[in-house]
Nanobody, 125 residues
Framework: QVQLVESGGGLVQAGGSLRLSCAASGRTFSRYTMGWFRQAPGKEREFVASVRWSGGINYRDSVKDRFTISRDNAKNTLYLQMNSLKPEDTAVYYC???????????????????WGQGTQVTVSS
């Protein structure tokens, strides 16, 4: 019911910025909790940030002072503004969505049934 396409990844030097976008299909976008996850080589997929349909936002501790998640419901688009990037931010970043019937914590990837294909973010030292 929902298709997600990420864009905006690339190569930047430490301290630089990137803005990731996630274009979502469907008229129900505004009712979905949206999340960003990332996965580095050899590591588990980890939570980055989320925004509920009601506007509630959550970040993992390591990014909360540097990243900003936002959504434009009129454009069916989710964003992740990433500033002060560090080499440890290097990963494939995935957009994810879960429907309005999903409840509880938003940092668990298994609660998101819809995923994009990912976009590579590489931060050089």
């Amino acid at each position: 019911q929902v298709q997600l396409v990420e864009s905006g990844g690339g190569l930047v030097q430490a301290g630089g910025s990137l803005r990731l976008s996630c274009a979502a299909s469907g008229r129900t976008f505004s009712r979905y909790t949206m999340g960003w996850f990332r996965q580095a080589p050899g590591k588990e997929r980890e939570f980055v940030a989320s925004v509920r349909w009601s506007g509630g936002i959550n970040y993992r501790d390591s990014v909360k002072d540097r990243f900003t998640i936002s959504r434009d419901n009129a454009k069916n688009t989710l964003y992740l503004q990433m500033n002060s990037l560090k080499p440890e931010d290097t990963a494939v970043y995935y957009c994810a969505a879960r429907g309005p019937t999903s409840i509880g914590r938003t940092d668990a990837p298994e609660t998101y049934p819809y995923w994009g294909q990912g976009t590579q973010v590489t931060v050089s030292s």
